[in-house]
Nanobody
């Protein structure tokens, strides 16, 4: 059974940091490209960060470049999103996604709220 389980969200003040985790099971993790998306209330889901397999190439939404870092632990089947210098506009539900060819799996999402 395929599962992606996110954790690490919460309430943080502007300028603070959070690290999101997404633990995967049920598929060959290191063959899949991994992405973090987010969706704010009333807005469309947007791609935040990508880790492309097998090249290891990473890419980021312009507004998070230099603040967010995606990383993966293939042995532990986990992808992370380190978020620093958080801003109120980063408030959203964050989702991890694993994709390869015609297969695409999603986690349930974790809420990140940046507010003073």
């Amino acid at each position: 059974q395929v599962q992606l389980v996110e954790s690490g969200g919460g309430l943080v003040q502007p300028g603070g940091s959070l690290r999101l985790s997404c633990r995967a099971s049920g598929f060959v993790f290191n063959r899949f490209s991994l992405r973090w998306y987010r969706q704010a209330p009333g807005k469309e889901r947007e791609l935040v960060a990508s880790s492309i397999s097998p090249s290891g190439y990473t890419d980021y939404l312009d507004s998070v470049k230099g603040r967010f870092t995606i990383s993966r632990d293939n042995d532990g089947s986990t992808v992370y999103l380190q978020m620093n210098s958080l801003k109120p506009e980063d408030t959203a539900v964050y989702y991890c996604n694993a994709a390869m060819l015609d297969s695409s799996y999603w986690g349930q999402g974790t809420q990140v709220t940046v507010s003073s």
